[in-house]
């Protein structure tokens, strides 16, 4: 990054977001390092919110898609169109902080070129509690959202390294985006943003929580819109995250671990009535296995880090935490 004030360009994926978007995309209006440009790359939707930015916020760039690329492929569409030194995201049911972006710009200045990640502080709009404080990978395989459901007592009010970044509202290093790829479009959503932070630590970056830089989430603003979305797409996407990114004898060591984790999930799956989901689940990941394991090789081929620090960063709950 040059010593210049970089460019920022805030990347926020829409479908059906009309509920939500205007005040999304105020706050951006308002922030105290206003964005260079602020990308609304809608998905298809059938709600009104395409033209409803396109009216009421005409500085807006708006990328209208014909159908639901999903999270992955919405997010890649914008960030290939950014003209940014840096890119964010912002989730299109969150608001952000008038010092957000700059909190998240300054964090990523001072922590130096091998910071490819800064991610927020993101309550729950509704409650209060936190959504997310960074997130990490733990010993089953699967993506633990630091600090969800808790209260916010200060208790992460530290700027620290974490896993990797939610992609709800993280910024993002351009040159870690050219040197890894950008999200993984079979993950369509969920874990694509983990699956993201993992490929860069794998090349050597690190990714930082900065606590004063915050977002209120209103939960499920999209999701909750589709019964049986989120559960398909992470039952699924725990297994994408594993097979491409677990590195060398990790691989092996958490394979057991990883394997009871899933029992359990299919086990609760089939107890709550969700058997026919489960079912898409799991045929669409086995179809998608050799996709998978061809880009492992990839992957692992341009590993910068050992194996072992990979094991040291997993995440011990102190028991197997069910989605």
């Known amino acids: ?53 396109e009216h009421a916020h005409p500085d807006v760039v708006v990328l209208a898609q014909e159908r639901n690329l999903g999270f992955a492929g919405g997010v890649n569409v914008g960030i290939k169109a950014a003209t940014g030194d840096l890119v964010a995201l912002l989730n299109n049911d969150a608001e952000a902080d008038p010092d957000w972006l700059r ?18 502080k993101i309550v729950v709009a509704e ?14 395989g699967r993506a633990v959202p630091r600090g969800r459901g808790e209260p916010d007592d200060g208790q992460y009010d530290l700027a620290i390294d974490v896993f990797s970044g939610s992609g709800g509202a993280s910024l993002y290093r ?7 790829g950008l999200f993984d479009e079979d993950f369509f959503a969920y874990y694509e943003d983990v699956d993201l932070g993992f ?7 690190r990714a930082v929580f900065e606590p004063t830089a915050i977002v209120r989430h209103h939960m499920g603003g999209t999701s909750r819109k589709l019964p049986g979305f989120s559960r398909y797409h992470i039952l699924k996407n725990v297994w994408y995250l594993y097979l491409k990114n677990m590195p060398g004898w990790v ?7 990883f394997l009871r984790g899933q029992e359990q999930w299919a086990r609760a799956c089939i107890r709550r009535g969700e058997s026919p989901v489960l079912r898409q689940a799991y045929a669409t990941m086995l179809r998608h296995v050799p996709t998978m394991l061809r880009k492992r090789r990839a992957i692992q081929r341009s590993r910068a880090v050992s194996p072992g620090s990979i094991r040291r960063a997993l995440y011990r709950p102190a028991r197997p935490q069910r989605q």
């Not at 909190?103 to 927020?120: K, N």
């Not at 691989?251 to 671990?257: E, H, M, T």
């Open 1 to 53: 990054m040059s010593s210049a004030t970089p460019s920022v360009s805030v990347i926020v994926p829409n479908w059906n977001g009309l509920d939500f978007l205007d005040r999304c995309l105020l706050s951006l209006r308002d922030q105290t390092h206003p964005p260079s440009e602020i990308i609304v790359v809608d998905n298809g939707s059938t709600d009104g919110s395409r033209e409803f930015v």
């Open 103 to 120: 909190q998240l710009v300054q964090r990523m200045a001072d922590a130096g070129p091998e910071v490819g990640i800064v991610t927020s």
């Open 127 to 140: 409650a209060g509690t936190l959504d997310s404080t960074g997130d990490f990978v733990d010993i089953y």
């Open 174 to 180: 351009r040159a870690m985006l050219d040197r890894v």
């Open 199 to 205: 490929r860069a630590r794998l090349a050597g970056y």
């Open 251 to 257: 691989f092996w060591s958490q394979l057991p671990r």
